[in-house]
């Protein structure tokens, strides 16, 4: 079983930047397949998806982050990552790693950003 856990949130002005991790535990045949991505959820709303990739390195974003936020994954060490640039106050949310295949769709404990002046 596939688990993932989250790290590198806090609290960043505007305009700031955070990385967030995410760790993959898991062997490499069982987890270099699945998709693994971002997604967060505000106070009072859903939870959407941030962005997403492949093993190959196909990516997708969610339209409000793209040009500012971008993932990257580290397939020898199962390991995926989300570089965010140029924070808005309406980045702020939980973000959750996800880990998804056809048989399993894993999730973590997610890790709270928070963009405030």
């Known amino acids: 079983q596939v688990r993932v856990v989250e790290s590198g949130g806090g609290l960043v002005q505007p305009g700031g930047s955070l990385r967030l991790s995410c760790a993959a535990s898991g062997d490499n045949a069982t987890v270099n397949p699945m998709i693994l991505g971002w997604y967060r959820q505000a106070p009072g709303k859903q939870r959407e998806l941030v962005a997403t990739?492949?093993?190959?390195?196909?990516?997708a974003y969610t339209d409000s982050v793209k040009g500012r936020f971008t993932i990257s994954r580290d397939n020898a060490k199962n390991f995926v990552y989300l570089h965010m640039n140029s924070l808005k106050p309406e980045d702020t949310a939980i973000y959750y790693c996800?880990?998804?295949?056809?048989?399993?769709?894993?999730w973590g404990q997610g890790t709270q950003v928070s963009v405030s002046s």
């Open positions: 996800n880990a998804r295949s056809a048989i399993q769709n894993v």
């Open positions: 990739m492949t093993r190959m390195g196909r990516t």
